[in-house]
Every structure is written in C-alpha cells, then in structure tokens.
C-alpha cells in the first residue's frame, strides 16, 4: 500500500544541516497497522507527514496505492491527500469556531459532494466513533477523548485508504488513550484501512501489527 | 463552501465586529464623498445656462433721492446710455441684486396643482438681460417692450422650473400661480437654468419678472457685457465715467469670471475636507484589514495546515481568505446600504434619488475593491505556507 524506498530528509539552514531521515525503506501492506516508535526528535513525525504527502523528502521515492508521487503537482496532491489519506493529529486540529459535525464535513468540502451527502457521511462518521449525540458541540466543549474522536471521525469520513495517525494518544490519559485505541484497531479489523500510528507508548504499540523503531533518522527495527 | 464560511465568520462574530464596523464607518464615509462627487459632477455637466465670459457686475447703492419715478426713470436712462456709449459695452442690464455667482438670494415657494415648490429663485431683470447674458431660450420668448401692457403678469421660467411645474408639456401660454392666488402669471418663455450657484451646486428652479419703471428704486446691480479685450483700463475708464454721474455713489465693479472662481472654491472646500478624512480612513481600514488577515494567518496556520492536510490546495486556502473577507465587507455593507437608502427614501438634502444610488454603488465598488486588494497579498502568503510546519507549529 505504501512504499518507501531510501527516503532521505535534510533540513538546510544558512549554517547547519540536518538529517532528519537517512535512507528510510519500508513497505507497508494494504489493512497493516503499523506503529512507529522513536524518542523525541528522532524523524517519526517527519516520515509520517513525507507518507502524507505534507512533506517532500530530500531524496528517495514514495508510492502510495500503486502511484508514484514524486511528479504529482500542488493540485493533485490534494486531491490525493483528500481522496486517499486521512489524518489524525496528537492535538487533535480541530477548528474551535465550527461545530463538531462542520468539523467532521471538513474534508467533504474539498469533493464534489451535497451538503445533504455531506450531513449523511459526517453523521455516519460520528456514529462510528460514539459521538453522534455530540454533532452541536464546539470541541472547546469536549474533552480530550471526545476531540480526539471528532478528529479520526474527520479522518475516515472521506473514506481513506490509509490513516495516518501522528501521537493520537498522546495528550490524554492511558483510559482515553486506550478508547482511541480501540477505535482505530476495529477501523483496521471492519474496514481494513492501513493505518501507520506514531507513538511513544510501547502498550500501544504492542497491539499493532507490526513496529518500526527510529533512531536518530536511521530505522533500527 | 460559501455556507462553511458564513458558518465561520458567524461563529467567530465577536473578533469580527471590529472590522466589520471600520469597514461601515469608512462605507458611509465615503458614500457622502461619492454622493457629493456625483451631485457635483452632475450638475458640473449640465449646461452654464448663460455666457459669462466678458460679463461684469456693476454694484450701485442708489444716491439719487426722489420720489419722482419719471426723474429716477430718466436718471438712470442717462446713466445706461452714458456706459453704453463706451466703446467696449456691448449691452447692459439692470438687475436685482441676486445675480449668478453671488451670495444674494431672493426666494420665494409655489404650491401648483398641489404640488409645493420650494426655494424658488424671483429674478427680475429687463428686456436687455437675454442679449447681456447670452440666454439660451429654450420656449416661447424673453420680454420685449410689447409687455408693458398685458392683461395677465407675464412672466419667464427656466427649465427646471418648468419641470417641476409643466413636466414635459410644453409652458408657454399656460398659468402659473399658487393654487389659491386669483390672478394667475402668464409664461411667455422658458430659458435654460442659469447655474448661480457656480458650476457644481444646484440652482433651484427659478422665475423672472420684467423690470418696469418703477425697479430702478431697488434694482442694485448693472449686468454689462464687453468686448472681449476689454482689461483693467477699460474698467477704470468706466468706473470713472459712472463715478462723475453718479456722484456720492459707491460703484464695485466686478467680473463674473472671478465670482465663478470664488464660488466654486467655496463649493468644493467641504468635498476637499470630507476627501481627506475619507482617505484618512481608508488607510485606517487598509491597514487594519492587512493587519488583522496577517494576524490570521499566524493564529490560524494549524487551521491552513490541516487544509492543506485533508485536501485545499494553496490556491483555495488563499481564495478561502479572501472570500472571508468579502464575506466580512457584504456584511457590512449590507447594514450600510439599509442605511444609505434611507437617504432617498427620506429626501433628507433633496437630492435626485439616482445620485444618492450611484454613490452608494461607487462606494460598494471602492470597500470591495479595498477588501479584495487588502487580503490578496495575505491570501497568497497563507497559500505559501508549508503544510507540514503549519502542523507542526500548532
């Protein structure tokens, strides 16, 4: 499903040059449940927004669901990004001024799509997670798990092949964390949608399919 | 999409009113400045009315006491053929005092067929004030010396008069008078409206009377049209002519070129001040609308990021700002506008309905187009922004 082949990430300022990622290669299979596990600083977050298409590596080659992505412009990248990927983020991103189900519409508003589809796939999409009692709230009215919940509800709204779920557990505590979890584990199992999690959380990652450790930009598992 | 952003923009209506209140104050700011260009430009393109070119001003305090009307006749008889005798006059005219182009007015009201017409200029003027002025007689005739005896009062209007009174039937022959007056005016002859007010206010409808024998006791002014070479040692020649007639007599002479100059500097003087606090407060709002949409883009980049994440191009980011900020602008304007009709509706300077709607659609254009350049150089930064560090920032 995604193919990476020596993904290389340098960060140039006027004076210092930084490796972020050294010859990364790693192939993940369609309905894995990847975690990638690393301390602080050493490229996770950088290899999973270059899996995104948020980032462009300095070197190397991506292939997402068969398709190289090196020659895609700023357009089609989006429409990939919209059509293929969804996002999860460890603060979750949700916009404060819009309502949980405006929040959860968000990457409909990007297709071709009525507003009355738009309604059916958001509602749909909280269902999923537990929150359809919740579609009025503003996220500043909910608590951590709940955000959190709205955001993979946006995630899988648009129906993504994969997800990419950046520290989803990291900001809440190890109840909520395992809700979230749970979640994103029946997602893999009923839906088979691949997702890649970055995580500090060794329990968590334990329950994922396969784990990818980083050190230093270099993968070492 | 549009939904979403009114969506938005609703929500976060609190953060909103401030700008969205500069934008209505600079709205109806510069709807009176249009509105008054628009007044003056309208009345800049309508025709003069008159040739004042080579037209003095005679101003004469009458010194010669008598209560013999043929006397005072035959005085001021003299008097004409004495400065008509000068080379360079080619005709005069005594007038009243409100001449064109001077501070003296002379106003009077007429209820006709039910309908009351204010500010109505009275003129009275002699048989010689349409060769003196050059009046462009648009009906009928001016008067001649075969009204002297006439069974009705005979009297000229000017077209704007004869709008407000006839509309577009034709004025001369018909009776004009206040409804409830018995003796009823005759129209003889409809002129063009002579623009007193110089060439960017509105004159007012305005009625001219025929000096008979006995005006001289209050006719104060000379209206005397000279060769087109005539300079200043033509008019010492004639105000030394006229001083040893008229003895103990204060004679100003003055030309209808410089009192249009003075006129229209008086008239664009509040155009002048309000242009300048406009343009004071259009860079206000300029500025504020720049600073707050940059403000936005750095308190909103986690907002841009996950855009740009979950499917916006760079293009639709940056049209995205600035539709918020036209959203913003219609908003306000809306509440302007429901102001701004008010004026038409309400008649509130009597102005013709069509000049307050074009300035309210000038000004609509301009906030527009400020909004639209104001947001675009943010917009098109907010597109630049990498979705991965606007992520990573928040």
Same mark, same amino acid.
């Given at each position: 499903m995604i193919r990476l082949q020596n993904i290389e990430k340098v960060y140039r300022t006027d004076t210092i040059e930084t490796l972020a990622l050294n010859s990364i290669s790693l192939d993940i299979a369609k309905g894995e449940f990847l975690s990638i596990m690393g301390p602080s600083g050493c490229g996770k977050s950088t290899l999973l927004n270059i899996m995104g298409l948020l980032d462009a590596p300095s070197k190397g080659m991506i292939k997402i669901a068969d398709k190289s992505t090196e020659n895609l412009n700023d357009k089609q990248l989006a429409q990939f990004r919209n059509k293929t990927l969804g996002f999860i983020f460890q603060s979750y991103h949700l916009i404060n001024d819009l309502q949980v189900l405006d929040n959860v519409e968000l990457p409909l508003l990007y297709r071709d799509t009525t507003a009355k589809e738009r309604k059916r796939l958001a509602t749909e999409a909280l269902e999923k997670v537990g929150l359809a009692n919740r579609v009025k709230h503003f996220p500043t009215q909910l608590s951590g798990g709940q955000r959190q919940r709205v955001a993979i509800a946006r995630a899988i709204v648009g129906r993504p092949d994969i997800i990419l779920a950046d520290e989803p557990t990291g900001n809440l505590d190890s109840?909520?964390?395992?809700?979230?979890?749970?979640?994103?584990?029946?997602?893999?199992?009923?839906?088979?949608?691949t997702i890649v999690m970055v995580t500090h959380d060794e329990n968590m990652a334990q329950k994922t399919h396969r784990l990818v450790r980083l050190f230093d930009g270099s993968q070492v598992q | $999409?549009?939904?979403?952003?009114?969506?938005?923009?609703? !929500?976060?209506?609190?953060?909103?009113?401030?700008? /969205?209140? &500069? /934008? =209505?104050v600079s709205f109806m700011v510069l709807f009176a400045v249009f509105t008054l260009m628009v007044y003056y430009y309208d009345n800049?393109?309508?025709? #003069?009315?008159?040739?004042?070119?080579?037209?003095?001003?005679?101003?004469?305090?009458? %010194?010669?006491?008598?209560?013999?009307?043929d006397s005072l006749d035959l005085y001021y008889e003299t008097l004409r053929k004495i400065i008509k005798s000068l080379p360079q006059v080619k005709d005069l005219s005594f007038v009243s005092g409100n001449v064109p182009f001077s501070n003296q007015i002379n106003q009077g009201g007429l209820t006709f067929k039910g309908k009351h017409i204010d500010h109505l200029n009275n003129f009275t003027a002699e048989d010689s004030y349409k060769e003196t002025m050059d009046l462009d007689v648009l009906e009928g005739r001016w008067y001649n010396k075969s009204d002297a005896v006439s069974k009705y009062k005979l009297v000229v209007i000017d077209a704007d008069l004869k709008e407000a009174t006839f509309g577009k039937e034709q004025a001369v022959g018909k009776l004009l008078g206040?409804?409830?007056?018995?003796?009823? $005016?005759? *129209?003889?002859? *409809?002129?063009?409206?002579?623009?007193?007010?110089?060439?960017?206010?509105?004159?007012?409808?305005?009625?001219?009377f025929r000096a008979d024998t006995g005006s001289f006791r209050w006719l104060s002014k000379i209206l005397v049209k000279v060769s087109p070479g005539a300079d200043a040692a033509f &008019?010492?020649?004639?105000?030394?002519? #006229?001083a040893g007639y008229m003895k103990n007599s204060n004679i100003e002479i003055e030309h209808l070129t410089n009192k249009l100059k003075d006129t229209n500097y008086f008239a664009v003087i509040p155009m002048i *001040?309000? %242009? @300048?606090? %406009?343009?004071?407060?259009?860079? !206000? *709002?300029a500025l504020g609308l720049f600073g707050v949409l940059w403000y936005n883009i750095n308190k909103r980049k986690g907002e841009i990021g996950l855009r740009r994440a979950i499917g916006a191009t760079g293009n639709s980011v940056s049209s995205q700002l600035v539709?918020?900020? #036209? @959203? =913003?602008?219609? =908003?306000?304007? @809306?509440?302007? %506008?429901f102001f701004a009709i008010q004026f038409p509706l309400l008649n509130v300077f009597d102005l013709s309905a069509h000049i307050y709607i074009i300035g309210m659609l000038l000004s609509i254009i301009f906030?527009? =187009?400020?909004?639209?350049?104001?947001s675009l150089y943010p917009g098109r930064q907010a597109a630049a922004i990498y979705p991965a560090v606007a992520l990573h920032e928040e």
């Open positions: 109840a909520m964390g395992n809700e979230i979890m749970e979640i994103l584990i029946n997602l893999n199992r009923n839906e088979g949608t | $999409m549009f939904k979403h952003l009114f969506k938005l923009i609703w !929500n976060k209506k609190k953060q909103n009113f401030l700008l /969205m209140t &500069e /934008m =209505l800049y393109k309508k025709p #003069m009315g008159f040739k004042y070119q080579d037209v003095w001003v005679i101003n004469i305090n009458n %010194s010669y006491q008598t209560k013999n009307t206040n409804d409830d007056d018995k003796k009823k $005016m005759k *129209v003889i002859g *409809v002129i063009q409206t002579i623009k007193r007010n110089g060439d960017y206010v509105k004159a007012g409808p305005g009625l001219y &008019e010492g020649k004639l105000y030394k002519t #006229m *001040v309000l %242009s @300048i606090v %406009s343009c004071f407060l259009i860079i !206000n *709002v539709m918020e900020s #036209m @959203i =913003l602008a219609t =908003l306000s304007l @809306i509440i302007g %506008s906030v527009y =187009l400020l909004v639209l350049v104001c």
